[in-house]
């Protein structure tokens, strides 16, 4: 079971995307999924690459009010974008 009770969001999940996330617009896509169904998120960390050809990486934490709305922001990604999330590196989606 990838969430877990938190005190202030709800279940949690930590979500990890990588690769083109910035020119692909991967991130901001993922962002406003999250958001659309009805699930909140916080950026722990982002490294941005500095040239072209370098990867970007982020690190976020996905929550809701229940398990069952972050499994569907789950199932979204996995699905929309053909990633997996539950604390795992997501490759580069949108290649």
Do not use: Y
């Not at 370098?54 to 398990?67: C, E, G, N, T």
């Not at 929309?80 to 795992?88: R, V, Y």
């Amino acid at each position: 079971m990838p969430s877990h009770p938190g005190q202030q969001h709800g279940f949690t999940d930590e979500v990890e995307l990588a690769g083109h996330i910035i020119d692909s617009l991967l991130l901001p896509k993922v962002l406003d999924e999250i958001m659309s169904q009805e699930g909140r998120f916080e950026i722990l960390k982002i490294s941005v690459g500095q040239r072209r050809q370098d990867p970007s990486a982020a690190r976020l934490l996905v929550s809701a009010d229940s398990v069952e709305l972050l499994e569907q922001n789950r199932a979204r990604h996995r699905v929309t974008w053909g990633c997996a999330s539950s604390s795992k590196r997501l490759a580069d989606c949108a290649r």
